[in-house]
């Protein structure tokens, strides 16, 4: 569960095929266009390998990697990065995922983009925000641009009374 979140019967969280199902309205394709336009705009350096922090199922996956791109997702969730890895090998395509509390942490390698989505920047106070951007900082290349959508605010305190249905296929 994310940051003061609270306990709902079914943790969206630890059910990654239903919140795929559920959040499924989204136009990956020209979400991916956006992170090109963005790159071409604003990155300094050529980008090969990418981090999708917060990735949950990992919905850009597979469309950056038919683009070329390397993929890495960071979760706090051990559920969702197990049905990404899952998703990936069914595809036939290698990515890598990180365990890890998006508030602070390290990884081995250096990316050149990293993005965050759907709002989930799961951060509720200045100093966890900046140990958050410096982590992210510490994991991209001098010039690698940092995304963060937040197009999404979710009000906590009214999680668990929102609904809507989305039927898959
Ligand atoms: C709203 S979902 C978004 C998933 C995905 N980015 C998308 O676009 O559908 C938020 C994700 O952030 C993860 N998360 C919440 N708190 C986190 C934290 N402190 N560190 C890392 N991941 C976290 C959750 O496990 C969940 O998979």
């Not at 569960?1 to 990956?28: H, Q, W």
């Not at 070329?68 to 890895?85: I, N, Q």
């Not at 890598?96 to 993005?115: G, L, N, P």
Request: net charge positive.
């Amino acid at each position: 569960m994310a940051v003061g979140e609270k306990k709902t019967t079914l943790d969206l969280y630890d059910n990654p095929f239903y919140y795929e199902v559920a959040f499924s309205f989204r136009d990956i394709g020209r979400e991916v266009d956006f992170f090109e336009r963005c790159l071409r705009k604003f990155s300094k350096i050529k980008v090969k390998k990418v981090l999708d922090i917060g990735c949950g199922p990992s919905p850009y996956m597979l469309e950056l990697a038919k683009r070329g791109y390397a993929f890495a997702g960071l979760d706090l969730s051990k559920a969702m990065l197990e049905y990404s890895l899952k998703k990936a090998r069914k595809a036939g395509v290698k990515i890598k995922t990180i365990h890890a509390d998006m508030r602070s942490f390290k990884t081995r390698e250096k990316f050149d983009f990293a993005f965050c989505m759907l709002g989930s920047i799961a951060i509720e106070s200045n100093m966890d925000f900046l140990s958050h951007l410096d982590s992210v900082a510490g994991c991209l290349r001098s010039g690698g641009l940092y995304l963060i959508d937040a197009s999404i605010n979710f009000d906590w305190t009214s999680i668990g009374s929102q609904s809507w249905t989305v039927i898959k296929n």
